[in-house]
């Protein structure tokens, strides 16, 4: 398996543009996370979906995040528009549902996005 | 609530002394208590996870870590340091009581390993 994909896996733009992060999860999971990482704040979770229902978008920062999972292979982050307090590395990670709380999230290997 | 508490955000040990790690939970339920490690710009791997069964768990790399619920403990150990182990260590519980395995991490522990 090729694991969790995500693109682009470096993003440098400019404050006021529109951002848009991509995850491919793993074949058969059935969560999907999204996770932003920085040194101030450590590892937050932002949202999660299962089956391509978001569950929980508590930890999204404002409106300017949005997620969507159009269906069980994509699921899309964007910001809009950026902000350089937006710079982070932002981490997708998917698990399977039927182990519940046991089971594992596999992480991708993250997108490091810089706004100027 | 549950959460996590990682003692120590900088831990340095020389090759081939003992990794110690501290992580101590706090949850209203039985909890699943996972470590995962990061290398540097890569995405966070799964090291060991606890799951109610045996409360001592070996994970990969060497490393495992000791259940231990009358000090609400999962403190992380390896006997002997690798320079490939230079990592940053999280702690994270996951339930929320319910199915759900939305995880909670700690604030991570980067370890350094001195030749």
């Known amino acids: 398996d090729a694991g969790v994909i995500q693109s682009p896996r470096h993003e440098v733009t400019e404050m006021g543009q529109e951002v848009t992060l991509r995850c491919k999860p793993i074949s058969g999971h059935d969560y999907l996370f999204w996770y932003r990482q920085t040194m101030m704040r450590g590892l937050e979770l932002l949202i999660y979906?299962?089956?391509?229902?978001?569950?929980?978008d508590s930890g999204m920062p404002e409106d300017r995040f949005s997620a969507k999972m159009p269906n069980a292979s994509f699921s899309t982050l964007k910001i809009q528009p950026s902000e350089p307090r937006d710079s982070a590395v932002y981490f997708c990670?998917?698990?399977?549902?039927?182990?519940?709380?046991?089971?594992?999230?596999?992480f991708g290997p993250g997108t490091r996005l810089l706004v100027l | 609530a549950q959460s996590v508490t990682q003692l120590g955000s900088h831990v340095s040990v020389s090759e081939g002394a003992l990794v110690l790690l501290r992580c101590n939970y706090s949850?209203?339920?039985?909890?699943?208590l996972f470590w995962y490690v990061q290398y540097p710009n890569q995405g966070l791997q799964l090291l060991l996870k606890y799951t109610s069964a045996a409360t001592l768990v070996k994970g990969i790399n060497g490393f495992e870590a000791e259940f231990k619920k009358s000090e609400t403990s999962f403190h992380l150990t390896k006997p002997s340091a690798h320079m490939s182990d230079a990592a940053e260590y999280f702690c994270?519980?996951?339930?929320?009581?319910?199915?759900?395995?939305?995880?909670?991490f700690g604030t991570g522990t980067l370890l350094a390993v001195q030749p």
């Open positions: 949850s209203s339920v039985p909890p699943y």
């Open positions: 994270a519980v996951s339930g929320d009581g319910g199915a759900t395995n939305k995880l909670i």
């Open positions: 979906f299962n089956n391509n229902v978001p569950i929980d």
């Open positions: 990670a998917s698990s399977r549902t039927s182990g519940g709380a046991r089971e594992t999230q596999y």
